[in-house]
């Protein structure tokens, strides 16, 4: 007990003294009181009562940010007994008895194994459950059992972990609580992700492009950073873009500040390189939505490469600092980056929450978008495991079937090859059901420097609409 800091020894004490079979009633009693009292919770920023209207649907427990209950609860949870199979098993045996069918962790998280009715966090976090009122919908979900805990995250219809699950010990007990502080903290973080692969022209910019825009056509507020040494989406939206001289390599600056502690500076050096661009639909000049873009030249991108004041390591984490500073103002941000692993790319992997693979029909897009899948972004978060993160990332949404000439026919001879292909490679993610197949209108929006969601009634316009519906915008359950 000597190392564990004073504030958690209480919650340490108490949960070593929970009986091994503690029921879930009695798990309050025992430790989720002494955590509740740890993170400072007064008497109304706690409650379990019904999400919606009416009976059913009642949570185990809700969490407020404060004592105004007006607004939607942070945090919903799924307390489940304490099982003596679990809390004495060794690590190898916890994980897989975790993992297996039919445990207790895939029963809190709503899997069906057991019983077709089962629920579990999953449909508290459901933004499609018309049982919920909208103001009740929590942004983060914590499934908890005395043994296991996982914090899940939800933006919008999106659900996915924000850590990977974890066993309490004493040593992730202040783990526990300090990602749950982060929580109450920042409930209306921005998620980060990329469009990305390591195969070249597959759709990385012109998805990021047309996505964003599709999403701030839902009034969602989004910022596309580009970094990419091509500046390809710079100079697709950008009309001025060739004219422009930027002065300066601003992302050294910013990191100037950072590095100096100056970070409302370092935000200020960024927010001034931000040009925030209004678009309208065509045919209905009265809709309008706007995009931000954060775009540095090419010159100043290889500069701040070359620049070897700062190891790359450090380099990459301010990298994430600058980028955490700027998702607490945006609902979206989205990274572009170029098909090398240059020090851009690298730093993307290292500063999203989640990555949208897309690849064309080709079998050489497709051996790439599952080697990020199942090797690149275990890589990076083995790489964050290091500095001991309060939360793991990135979260795999899948593989987007992009730039495609034609729609991918069920039973098609193309569509038996890549099923082949992914069995081959033992794919295990997810595949988007939208395939966004190429139409000139969205060349034509290319060369008018807009996104092809302006033509909102065109069809390229409707599979971006529909590809962010369908990963964001609608209940969408991640586990990878
Ligand atoms: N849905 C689409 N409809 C029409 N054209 C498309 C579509 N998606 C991509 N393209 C075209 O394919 C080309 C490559 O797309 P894009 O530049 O988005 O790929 P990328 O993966 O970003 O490439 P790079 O690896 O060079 O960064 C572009 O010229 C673009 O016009
Ligand atoms: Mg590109």
């Known amino acids: ?9 209480d919650i340490v004490q108490a949960w070593k003294e929970t009986p091994l079979d503690c029921a879930e009633d009695m798990l309050s009693i025992f430790v989720i009181a002494h955590i509740y009292r740890v993170l400072k919770l007064g008497p109304n920023q706690v409650e379990k009562s ?59 998280l709503g899997y069906r194994d057991n019983n077709p009715k089962n629920n579990g966090i999953r449909q508290y976090l459901d933004n499609s459950n018309e049982k919920i009122e909208k103001n009740r919908l929590a942004y983060y979900g914590l499934v908890f059992n005395g043994d296991f805990f996982q914090i899940w995250r939800r933006v919008d219809g999106l659900i996915l972990p924000l850590t990977p699950l974890q066993r309490m010990t004493e040593e992730t007990i202040p783990l526990l609580i300090q990602q749950l502080e982060h929580c ?11 469009n990305w692969n390591r195969k070249g022209g597959v759709g990385k910019t012109t998805n990021t492009i047309n996505v964003g825009a599709a999403l701030a056509l839902e009034k969602k507020k989004v910022l596309l950073i580009d970094w990419d040494t091509q500046n390809d989406l710079a100079r697709n939206l950008l009309p ?24 409302s500076e370092a935000k200020e050096i960024l927010k001034e390189n931000t040009e925030n661009l209004e678009f309208c639909l065509e045919g209905n000049k009265k809709r309008t939505f706007s995009l931000d873009v954060l775009s540095a030249e090419e010159k100043w991108l290889n500069l701040f490469q070359a620049n070897d004041s700062l190891t790359e390591k450090r380099k990459v984490e301010f990298m994430q600092k600058a980028i955490h500073l700027l998702a607490f103002d945006y609902d979206y941000i989205f990274i572009d ?27 050489k897009a497709l051996h790439h978008a599952v080697e990020v899948h ?10 964050k495991k290091i500095n001991k993160n309060l939360y793991f990332s990135p979260w795999n949404l899948g ?14 001879q193309l569509e038996k090859i890549i099923s082949k292909q992914l069995k081959k490679q033992e794919f295990q993610g997810y595949i988007c059901q939208t395939n966004l197949k190429v139409y000139n209108q969205a060349k034509v929006a290319e060369a008018e420097h807009l996104p092809v969601i302006c033509w909102e009634k065109s069809k390229s316009a409707s599979l971006f609409q529909e590809l962010a519906k369908e990963v964001f915008l609608s209940h969408h359950f991640i586990t990878n």
Do not use: H
């Open 399 to 412: 593989v987007a079937y992009s730039n495609c000439a034609e729609e991918l026919k069920p039973n098609s």
């Open 1 to 9: 007990m000597s190392n564990i800091p004073k504030k958690y020894a």
């Open 50 to 108: 019904g999400l919606g209207k009416g009976t059913g649907l009642i949570p185990d427990g809700l969490i407020y940010a404060d004592e105004n209950r007006d607004k939607a609860p942070v945090i919903v949870a799924e307390y489940k007994k304490r099982i003596p199979e679990l809390a004495t098993a060794d690590e190898a045996t916890f994980m897989q008895l975790c993992l297996q069918e039919k445990s207790l962790y895939r029963e809190a």
């Open 337 to 363: 980056t170029s098909p090398n692993s240059d020090i851009w790319t690298r730093s993307m992997l290292f500063c999203i929450d989640a990555l949208l693979i897309p690849a064309d029909l080709s079998i």
């Open 374 to 383: 199942d090797i690149t972004i275990k890589e990076v978060r083995e790489g």
């Open 184 to 194: 109450l903290k920042s409930p209306r973080k921005g998620l980060v992700v990329s």
């Open 240 to 263: 001025s873009w060739e004219a422009k001289e930027q002065k300066e390599d601003f992302w050294s600056k910013c990191l100037d500040k950072l590095y100096n502690k100056l970070d």
